[in-house]
């Protein structure tokens, strides 16, 4: 699991980023702003949709936790 401050710390870039592509300015290293699973921390398999990664999300889609997400099967 990821540290929580991996997690404050990847929100903080994020919003600097938009700050300044709201103020008009461009963001300095845009690059390192990218986005973690809001659960755990998980940086890759991040769906933008749900704010959280493909594991988390496949958990709480099986406890129906997630309006609107149901289980398929064929």
Not at 52 to 71: D, N, P, Q, V, Y
Request: aromatic letters at 6%; hydrophobic letters at 30%; glycine letters at 6%.
């Amino acid at each position: 699991m990821a540290k929580k401050s991996l997690i404050v710390k990847s929100e903080r870039k994020k919003k600097e980023v938009l700050q300044a592509k709201a103020a008009g300015k461009k963001p300095t290293m845009p690059t390192r702003a990218y986005n973690r699973c809001k659960l755990c921390g998980r940086p890759h398999g991040y769906m933008r949709q749900f704010d959280m990664c493909r594991i988390c999300f496949r958990e709480l889609a099986r406890e129906g936790k997630i309006m609107g997400i149901k289980k398929s099967s064929w």
